[in-house]
């Protein structure tokens, strides 16, 4: 299929020698009868001027064959204008040819001439007049006039003859513009269809163009600019993929603003640190519109006023915060001078939740350990100060001294269980174990206390429960340890559940609920921390280290298990231990 541009080169060069052809044509006919109106002017002129030697009476006499002999007609006016005679019509016929402008002319130029199409006739007339005077008067005009019918005819010759040199003329035409376009228009096609891979990022090789001229030489300059485009394209590619392997495998979460303080790019880390908070819309908005969050913009206005970087700790979201600290700087070495920011996204929740228990750990242990020493030095002190002598004193107070100590020797016990399960340091005698006969052991331990309490302890433990995968020493600890606060926890007169299913294949679920005090919601995801207590007065006075659930999910996880707390203020407290069902074998 021919190009449009083709078809322009070659309807424009058929055209132009056409129109060539054509404005030739006419300007020779143009020529050629302004040639022969001159020779005829020429012999009109020295016609009138023999034939104003004769007086008006010879002329009118003679008229007719002066018309004959002159080959044209002659039309004789009086001074005033009105036709004394015509060689051809009758004078009645005639208005006055004062206003003629070739008699007007003769009148002031002593000679006058025009050239007019006569209707009558269908062709031009030529009209020669020239003046009649009797001495120094003038007393009339002498006008001839010819028809210019050889000059109509040889014009007509002539247009025949281009027309026909056209119509000849227009088949080469048409042959030598299609071959100069096809010429001219192959080069350029190569060029468009090597021009259009390159754009497209192909490797189209390089360009031939067959031709010394202009054309060849800008085939060269395309293949050098080419080449030298595909080696910068490569070496941008190249560091482009080392640029976004860096961005991408960051551990900080990186944001890009562009000169309008428009979000422009996100990495990986960045969306990852950000969860559910990160949406693609984010793209091309600010960091107000995109994060609600004040201290960034406050952040952001001050780097671009002081234009130094800055350091701002901020946090986003509301139920699960994330803590951040963001490090603001110019983004330098563009081009055109054009001003970018950077924002480093460092997420420091973990540290900010670790340190935070660190402290709490340190004021726990200090208080644990501290308020057992201090009852113990106090009454150690005491005794020594004489109420040794008193020996229902000194009993009282030795018998304070031995519950603080053990107290400490439970909490030093406790520690070091928890110390060798995150070191893993403990080790588990894994085997098949049957929840049933775990249960039967444990149960029976509180048996007393619930009668004192008034407490109902209700099971419901199938016996053809599949055996776990579990070490049992370590499953009493855990059922102990939540049998034992659900005990504390629940009233007198309350109730105590206990039940076994499988209720997935792959695990068997232990659920022991209590009709307690119960837990608020905004405290359970807490439950597990060290030396956390709900209520901390009371789990004191039962002697517990608040260690005792962090424990449990340790052992828990170790199992490979899971445990679920469940709680409602005054209504009770439901804790599920999910223990893994034992496959096969077990060491």
């Known amino acids: 299929m021919k190009s449009r541009l083709f078809y322009k080169v070659f309807i424009s060069g058929t055209a132009i020698l056409l129109v060539i052809v054509v404005a030739l044509g006419l300007l020779f006919a143009h020529y050629i009868k302004s040639e022969l109106v001159a020779e005829v002017k020429v012999d009109l002129v020295a016609q009138s001027q023999i034939i104003t030697l004769l007086s008006k009476k010879q002329l009118e006499k003679h008229l007719s064959s002066l018309s004959d002999m002159s080959k044209s007609r002659i039309t004789l006016i009086d001074e005033s204008g009105w036709v004394l005679a015509d060689s051809e019509r ?123 001229d202009e054309m060849g030489r800008l085939a060269e300059n395309i293949n050098r600019m080419v080449l030298e485009c595909k080696e910068k394209i490569e070496l941008a590619d190249e560091e482009k993929g080392k640029l976004e392997a860096a961005f991408s495998s960051m551990v900080e979460g990186v944001l ?120 113990i030095i106090g009454f150690v002190e005491t005794l020594q100060g004489g109420a040794i002598d008193d020996k229902g004193d000194a009993k009282k107070f030795l018998q304070t001294i031995s519950e603080n100590a053990r107290r400490l020797d439970r909490l030093v016990d406790d520690l070091l269980t928890l110390s060798s399960i995150e070191l893993g340091e403990m080790k588990m005698q894994f085997e098949k174990v049957s ?18 309490k008034s407490i109902a302890i209700d099971t419901n433990i199938p016996e053809d429960l599949p055996p776990i995968r579990a070490d049992r020493d370590k499953m009493i600890q855990v059922l102990l340890n939540i049998l034992d606060n659900a005990m504390k926890f629940t009233p007198d007169g309350g109730q105590i559940s206990v039940t076994a299913f499988q209720e997935t294949g792959a695990f068997v679920t232990v659920k022991i609920s209590d009709t307690g005090v119960g837990i608020p919601k905004s405290e359970i995801s807490r439950l597990g921390e060290r030396f956390y207590r709900v209520d901390k007065t009371r789990s004191r006075e039962e002697g517990g280290t608040g260690l005792g659930l962090s424990i449990v999910k340790h052992l828990m996880k170790a199992h490979e298990g899971r445990i679920i707390f469940d709680s409602q203020v005054g209504k009770g407290t439901s804790v599920s231990l999910y223990f893994p069902v034992s496959q096969g074998k077990t060491v």
């Open 90 to 212: 009758n004078v009645s016929e005639l208005d006055n040819h004062l206003n003629r402008p070739e008699v007007q002319e003769a009148r002031i130029k002593g000679k006058g001439e025009a050239l007019r199409y006569s209707h009558t006739l269908a062709v031009d007339m030529l009209y020669i007049v020239s003046p009649i005077r009797e001495g120094s008067k003038l007393t009339g005009y002498v006008r001839l006039a010819r028809p210019l019918y050889a000059v109509k005819r040889s014009v007509d010759r002539l247009y025949r003859f281009i027309y026909q040199s056209v119509l000849i003329i227009f088949i080469p035409s048409l042959i030598i513009a299609f071959f100069l376009s096809r010429k001219l228009v192959l080069p350029i096609q190569k060029i468009e269809s090597y021009t259009e891979k390159a754009s497209r990022g192909e490797m189209p090789g390089t360009l031939l163009v067959e031709s010394t």
């Open 435 to 452: 929840v049933a006969d775990i249960l039967g052991s444990v149960l029976p331990v509180f048996e007393v206390k619930a009668v004192e």
């Open 256 to 375: 890009i603003l562009d000169s309008h303080d428009r979000i422009e790019l996100i990495n990986k880390c960045l969306k990852d640190i950000l969860g559910k908070l990160y949406s693609d819309q984010i793209i091309n908005i600010t960091p107000l519109e995109a994060f609600r969050n004040v201290e960034l913009q406050n952040a952001i206005e001050r780097f671009k006023k002081t234009k130094t970087p800055i350091v701002q700790q901020i946090t986003i979201g509301e139920e699960n915060p994330v803590i951040l600290e963001v490090s603001i700087s110019a983004v330098k070495g563009l081009p055109g001078g054009e001003e970018k920011t950077m924002l480093v996204f460092h997420d420091v929740t973990r540290l900010k939740k670790l340190e935070k228990i660190r402290e709490d750990f340190v004021a726990n242990v200090t208080h644990e350990i501290k308020t057992p020493l201090t009852a």
